[in-house]
């Protein structure tokens, strides 16, 4: 994965450099020393972060530099993260910067430690805040138009949606990996009453221990090291709206109990503070995990359970939706083909039959994979089995004979097992377990030739 751009704007070279050593490895480090070159790199390289040293060339004992590189680089960015760098005992101008949208300061000489944790920080509300922009964007759809299905089982989900929607209560979303859950949660969000306030999503499961807690109740100035001044989390950012909480069986219990404090009482408490404050939340949480399980391993707490299970959808696997299979597979092949520009009319009678003898351990997602894959593969007009990886070996063989078809899976076995091997037959017998001479006289009789 590429690693998150970081901007540095720093006239002193003794700074500058040891800075890009120690952050090097975990960011990829863009360098500026002076404002034209920061605006065109932070134009052309979209760094999330930059770190911005107040005193600039042609000026460096004035800060006049620095704050105009601020205000260029948050007209051009809004969302950009800017870390103000400033002198000893310039604590206005830091404060000014904040002012003016810079998002937190630090003074020389920086602690690296203080450094990381501050950037650590400010990428991860970065992320988090383009991820919340994606979802409000794609939300603005019909309820149910990104939600396809006609089974009953499904229907029955489309009901329940329906009817929480408009109720104030918890909902908690259990489900195999990529049934839905979270099409689940944004639909009940759209179909309520809070549908023109925030819709937050933060997965416990990753983010940090460390961070998690100020990430979700927010913290006050002091609370931490590197906490400069005080932050909202994710309950008040989704003031009015609702938080979703993904993989709610990772949270840590120390945060359980601060879950259902809010859940009683409506109040949270930010990292280091004393008051409480109040606030109006809809709370969804999602799981793939057995809750229950980790209830009799003490890994989560029953009474937070059973709070939180007000209403539970149980979201049914992909390959227990009678007709959904096909459905969606129906949809999802337009969207693909005209993306990929391609003319693809259908699906073969055997792609058919692969499709809905599938077991799907992926569930929708999965589908979603294959047909994306087997678009871009198709060399035809119709999807094939080939093309989407589904090629059992009874539809392979199905027109065979029993002595054919069971000749043709050995040689098929053998193929791989040898193209495994790199084609060494010693180790391809082990494999077998059978004797070298053994699978020499076989790939003789199959016709298999050696793969080198
Ligand atoms: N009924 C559906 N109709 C259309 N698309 C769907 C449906 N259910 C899920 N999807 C799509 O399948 C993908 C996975 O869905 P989603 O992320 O909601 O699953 P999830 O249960 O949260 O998965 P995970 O447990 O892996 O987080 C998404 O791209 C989603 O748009
Ligand atoms: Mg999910």
């Not at 901007?7 to 020393?33: F, N, S």
């Not at 925030?198 to 998690?212: D, K, R, Y």
Request: net charge neutral; proline share 4%.
């Amino acid at each position: 994965m590429d690693k998150p751009k970081l901007l540095i704007v720093e006239d002193d070279e003794a700074i500058r450099t040891p800075m890009k050593w120690v952050l090097a490895e975990d960011y990829e480090i863009l360098l500026a020393e002076d404002r034209v070159t920061a605006m065109d790199l932070f134009k052309r390289r979209a760094p999330s972060v930059v770190t911005l040293d107040l005193g600039l060339p042609p000026y460096p004992s004035e800060v006049r530099e620095g704050f105009a590189a601020l205000a260029e680089m948050l007209s051009h960015d809004g969302f950009a993260k800017i870390i103000v760098i400033t002198g000893q005992g310039e604590k206005d101008h830091a404060l000014k910067a904040i002012g003016q949208g810079a998002y937190d300061f630090l003074c020389k000489p920086t602690q690296i430690d203080e450094l990381k944790v501050v950037l650590q920080r400010a990428f991860y509300v970065s992320q988090l805040e383009r991820e919340n922009r994606e979802l409000q964007l794609q939300s603005n759809g019909e309820p149910f138009a990104a939600m396809l299905g006609a089974s009953p089982e499904i229907q029955e989900v489309f009901a329940l949606i329906r009817k929480v929607a408009t109720t104030e209560v918890p909902v908690l979303i259990t489900g195999e990996s990529g049934t839905g859950k979270e099409l689940v949660a944004k639909a009940i969000h759209q179909l309520s009453t809070r549908k023109m306030s925030p819709f937050v999503v933060i997965n416990c499961s990753a983010i940090p221990e460390a961070l998690l807690e100020s990430e979700l109740f927010g913290h006050e100035k002091g609370a931490f090291t590197g906490a400069h001044i005080q932050r909202k989390g994710r309950f008040e950012t989704a003031q009015g709206g609702t938080l979703f909480l993904d993989e709610i069986g990772e949270l840590p219990l120390s945060l359980q109990v601060k879950l259902l404090r809010f859940l009683q009482e409506q109040r949270i408490e930010r990292v280091g503070g004393r008051e409480e404050i109040f606030v109006d939340v809809r709370i969804i949480a999602a799981t793939n995990r057995d809750l229950m399980e980790s209830i009799r391993e003490s890994r989560f707490r029953e009474d937070l359970y059973y709070r939180l299970g007000v209403v539970s959808i149980v979201l049914p696997p992909l390959r227990e939706r009678e007709g959904d299979i096909m459905l969606l597979a129906t949809s999802l092949l337009p969207k693909y083909s005209t993306e990929n520009k391609k003319k693809i009319k259908g699906f073969t009678p055997e792609a058919i039959q692969a499709l809905e003898a599938h077991n799907w351990p992926g569930n929708v997602r999965e589908l979603e994979n294959r047909i994306k894959r087997a678009v871009i593969m198709a060399g035809g007009s119709k999807i094939t089995p080939q093309d989407l990886e589904l090629v059992s070996q009874y539809t392979k063989h199905k027109n065979d004979g029993l002595k054919e078809a069971r000749e043709g899976f050995e040689k098929d076995f053998i193929l791989r097992v040898l193209s495994r091997n790199k084609g060494n037959i010693t180790k391809a017998a082990e494999e077998l377990r059978i004797h070298r001479s053994t699978l020499y006289e076989l790939m003789e009789k199959l016709g298999v030739k050696r793969v080198e």
